[in-house]
């Protein structure tokens, strides 16, 4: 299956900052990237699709300018997070979904906004 | 609007007990289930699709239309289960292949 690789997979910014995290796919050409938000002891939550080439499809509720995504080539997607607030702090996941069957996760991004 | 629903936070059973975790979900179309396991400081894994109809790990799930359900069953528990287990929906009809999740069940087993 997909290798998905997220970079950094910790990471602490001080309030106001931004901060970038890197979605690769290693071994597979993936022109739809997800990006997931889980709160502790809860559930993911689907933020938004990254497209490759194109602009991000935004889940309601999302800030687009506060979550900005760039899915420049087949292999990356990135997710910055503009002005990070502690409120920000959460665990993000990526994901590719294979042959429209079965998603490949990252091992996920710890964000801790102090 | 799809939803997934797992009405169980948490979930203990002795090993070698029965397990049934459950997930119901709402979808007006046709839909695609999944169960995703995640054990502990581990992403995020298919566990099992409804479309395979396989047993994996000693776990199966039968979709059924009538009730809405996908519920995950193993007759005897081991203690590597212990996870947290998520049902997820996929809406394919749209084209489009998103997952919506459940909120997840922890499944402890007691040795």
């Known amino acids: 299956g997909a290798v998905v690789s997220q970079h950094p997979s910790r990471v602490i910014c001080k309030s106001g900052t931004s901060v970038k995290i890197e979605c690769r796919s290693l071994?597979?050409?993936?022109?739809?990237m997800f990006w997931y938000r889980q709160f502790p002891k809860q559930s993911l939550m689907l933020m938004a699709t990254s497209n490759e080439g194109s602009k991000a499809t935004y889940e309601q509720g999302v800030e687009k300018d506060k979550f900005l995504i760039n899915h420049a080539s087949l292999t990356l997607s990135t997710l910055t997070v503009t002005s990070a607030h502690p409120e920000d702090s959460s665990f993000y996941i990526c994901?590719?979904?294979?042959?429209?069957?079965?998603?490949?996760f990252g091992q996920g991004t710890r964000l801790t906004v102090v | 609007a799809q939803r997934v629903t797992q009405p169980e936070k948490l979930l203990s059973v002795f090993k070698g007990a029965p397990v049934e975790l459950k997930c119901n979900y709402s979808?007006?179309?046709?839909?695609?289930l999944f169960w995703y396991v995640q054990y502990s400081r581990q992403r995020l894994q298919l566990l099992l699709r409804?479309?395979s109809r396989e047993s994996i790990k000693g776990f199966t799930a039968d979709l059924n239309k009538g009730e809405t359900s996908f519920h995950l069953k193993k007759p005897f528990a081991q203690e590597e289960d212990s996870a947290m287990y998520y049902c997820?929906?996929?809406?394919?009809?749209?084209?489009?292949?998103?997952?919506?999740f459940g909120k997840g069940t922890k499944l402890s087993v007691i040795p």
């Open positions: 997820a929906l996929s809406a394919t009809g749209a084209g489009s292949y998103q997952l919506t």
């Open positions: 994901s590719v979904m294979e042959g429209g069957t079965e998603a490949f």
């Open positions: 409804h479309i």
């Open positions: 071994d597979f050409q993936a022109t739809t």
């Open positions: 979808y007006s179309g046709s839909p695609e």
